[in-house]
C-alpha cells in the first residue's frame, strides 16, 4: 500500500518562499516519474512539476522559473522549492505519480500566500 506524507507548507507573503517535502512509502520514487500537484479552492487539481526517472523536470508556463522539484532517492523524498509565491499559487499541494496512483492521494499541504 503506497502511503504519500506532504510537508512544509504554510502562510507566506508574495514574493516569498517555502520548500515542499513528501516522503513516500509502498513505492520507490526513483522508478517512477513523480509530480506535484496542486488545488485551489473551487479548482480543478493540476499538476505543477514533474520529475522524470532520469532527473528532467517538466514545469507548465504558470511556475516555470519559480518552481524546482528535485528528489532524494535515499529517502524516498521529493521536494518542491517554490520561490516568487504569488497570491494565485495559494492551493493544496500533493506529490503523487505521474499518471497519479489510485487510492494514494495524501493528506496534502496547505500554502497560503497572502500579505
Known amino acids: 500500500q503506497v502511503q504519500l506524507v506532504e510537508s512544509g507548507g504554510g502562510l507566506v507573503q508574495p514574493g516569498g518562499s517555502l520548500r515542499l517535502s513528501c516522503v513516500g512509502s509502498g513505492r520507490d520514487f526513483s522508478i517512477n516519474v513523480m509530480g506535484w500537484y496542486r488545488q485551489a479552492p473551487g479548482k480543478q487539481r493540476e499538476l505543477v512539476a514533474s520529475?522524470?526517472?532520469?532527473?528532467?523536470?517538466i514545469y507548465p508556463d504558470s511556475v516555470k522559473g519559480r518552481f524546482i522539484m528535485s528528489r532524494d532517492n535515499a529517502r524516498n523524498t521529493v521536494y518542491l522549492q517554490m520561490n516568487s509565491l504569488r497570491p494565485e499559487d495559494t492551493a493544496v499541494y500533493y506529490c503523487?505519480?505521474?499518471?497519479?496512483?489510485?487510492?494514494?492521494w495524501g493528506q496534502g499541504t496547505l500554502v497560503t500566500v497572502s500579505s
Open positions: 503523487n505519480a505521474v499518471p497519479p496512483w489510485g487510492g494514494a
Open positions: 520529475l522524470t526517472i532520469g532527473g528532467n523536470t
